[in-house]
């Protein structure tokens, strides 16, 4: 079973971007597509983005047009640009394979303040 590691969280200003790598010990599809997720404090992890192995591509509501999910097959990566970022955006973020889900890594935290 491949393990996903995420990467590239930090601290950012309300407006300012940020690049996820979601990187895969082995081949990034071995399932049929790679999910986001996220966890504010406090709350549930909730589903961000996914990305099929035909490169479609699916969001939530509240990313679309500010995020953009991609993938590197050449690098077992999938990508995941978030512009435009608010406070709300504070999280830790998790990839994942779909429909059947791996283990849970660490995540990556990403936090948005001035």
């Known amino acids: 079973q491949v393990q996903l590691v995420e990467s590239g969280g930090g601290l950012v200003q309300p407006g300012g971007s940020l690049r996820l790598a979601c990187i895969s010990t082995?081949?990034?599809?071995?399932?049929?597509?790679i999910d986001w997720f996220r966890q504010a404090p406090g709350k549930q992890r909730e589903w961000v983005a996914q990305i099929n192995r035909s490169g479609t591509t699916f969001y939530e509501e509240f990313v679309k047009g500010r995020f953009i999910i991609s993938a590197d097959i050449a690098k077992n990566t999938v990508y995941l640009q978030m512009n435009s970022l608010t406070p709300e955006d504070t999280a830790i973020y998790y990839c994942?394979?779909?429909?059947?889900?791996?283990?849970w890594g660490q995540g990556t935290q990403v936090t948005v303040s001035s």
């Open positions: 994942n394979t779909a429909p059947t889900q791996s283990h």
């Open positions: 082995g081949s990034i599809f071995t399932t049929s597509a």
